[in-house]
């Protein structure tokens, strides 16, 4: 009998919980304007697209994708029409600034990355799994609107670089 009231108070305690928690966002939509997050500074004058990779540290896709990531941003920063009006942006889900630097340590990453160890912009976004893309447009003093939202890596950098200047309708 007071195995059987242990269980019942467990799973109001738990309800309460839930409902207090509530449910978690949805991950950006294209169309939808990008929440507010505390991104590092942009000059907005030349950036005209943002692309937000949420990843950890201790995510193997985020690792296996760390080189093709790489390639993406090489195939940005040497083409002269791209370089300075796409910026790429990193987040590390639940990762501390250590764990953050030991990624862009490990798997050569050149760009920046962010530490999100209390999970706030990752809630924002969402709370999706990684690794997930967002590339936003942006539009001067207009808000930034979301042109792609997808989970998963990208096995074709060229491909995925295409698809962004597609989207984004970047000249």
């Known amino acids: 009998m007071k195995r059987n009231r242990t269980v019942v108070i467990a799973a109001i305690l738990i309800l309460a919980l839930m409902s207090a928690v509530g449910v978690a966002a949805e ?8 929440p507010a997050l505390k991104l590092p500074r942009l000059d ?8 937000i990779q949420v990843f950890s540290l201790y ?6 994708d760390a080189p093709n990531m790489n390639r993406f941003f090489s ?8 370089k300075g009006k796409i910026k790429i942006i990193g987040i590390g889900a639940g990762n501390t600034q250590f764990e ?8 050569h990453v050149e760009f920046p ?19 997930y893309f967002i590339v936003v447009k942006l539009n001067g003093s207009k ?29």
């Open 27 to 34: 991950p950006p939509k294209v169309g939808s304007t990008l």
């Open 44 to 51: 907005e004058s030349k950036v005209s697209v943002l692309i």
């Open 59 to 64: 995510c193997p896709y985020c690792q296996k």
């Open 75 to 82: 195939l940005i920063e040497n083409n002269p029409k791209l």
């Open 100 to 107: 953050v630097n030991t990624f862009k340590k490990k798997y």
């Open 113 to 131: 990355l962010t530490a999100d160890p209390d999970y706030s912009a990752h809630k924002i976004l969402g709370e999706v799994r990684t690794p």
């Open 143 to 171: 808000k930034m609107e979301v042109v792609y939202s997808r989970l998963g890596g990208h096995e074709n950098p060229e491909a995925f670089l295409d698809e962004v200047v597609r989207l984004s309708g970047i000249q």
